[in-house]
Nanobody, 116 residues
Framework: QVQLVESGGGLVQPGGSLRLSCQAS????????ISWYRQSANDDREFVAF???????TYADSVKGRFTLSRDSAKDTVFLQMNAVNPSDTAVYYC??????????WGPGTQVTVSS
């Protein structure tokens, strides 16, 4: 069983930046698939970004050019850098990972609120 814990959420003004972290309980090098999803109060869970351990990264159109996914293997941590945020980015952000299939393990989520 792999535990994932997100952190870094909070209140940010429109146009501002925030960096979310996802700490894994195992070596992230063993996690073939790592993703971020988000869910706002009245919407379905939405894909944000996806990383394979070969370095391939995919972003949702809604965040492309504003969000950046990266990882620090030495710290077993994945980061989601969020820039130029807007109110539509308000949601609970979830980190997910899998060793053989995507989305096998999920963190509890971290709340991001974009508001002035």
């Amino acid at each position: 069983q792999v535990q994932l814990v997100e952190s870094g959420g909070g209140l940010v003004q429109p146009g501002g930046s925030l960096r979310l972290s996802c700490q894994a309980s195992t070596s992230i090098s063993s996690l073939k698939f790592i993703s971020w999803y988000r869910q706002s109060a009245n919407d379905d869970r939405e894909f944000v970004a996806f990383m394979k351990n070969d370095g391939t990264i995919t972003y949702a159109d809604s965040v492309k050019g504003r969000f950046t996914l990266s990882r620090d293997s030495a710290k077993d941590t994945v980061f989601l850098q969020m820039n130029a945020v807007n109110p539509s980015d308000t949601a609970v952000y979830y980190c997910t990972a899998g060793q053989t299939v995507p989305g096998r393990f999920w963190g509890p989520g971290t709340q991001v609120t974009v508001s002035s």
